[in-house]
């Protein structure tokens, strides 16, 4: 099974959000698991422009 999960940066409201708010994406399945939080630098990323790219590369567009 595979999982995906975003979620926001630790202090951010969900009520002034903008797009441009940063978070971390975790990949989860069977061999393991990928997540950007954590990490050292910080690996957050720009939530709403990753997801799009993502899709975009996934649907071969």
């Not at 009520?15 to 630098?41: N, Q, V, W, Y």
Request: one cysteine or more; hydrophobic letters at 45%.
């Amino acid at each position: 099974m595979f999982r995906f999960r975003c979620e926001w940066a630790d202090g951010h409201d969900a009520m002034t959000l903008t797009g441009f708010d940063l978070g971390h994406m975790t990949f989860a399945g069977e061999k393991g698991i990928c997540s950007s939080r954590g990490k050292k630098p910080d690996q957050a990323m720009m939530l709403v422009i990753a997801i799009k790219e993502l899709l975009d590369a996934w649907s071969g567009s």
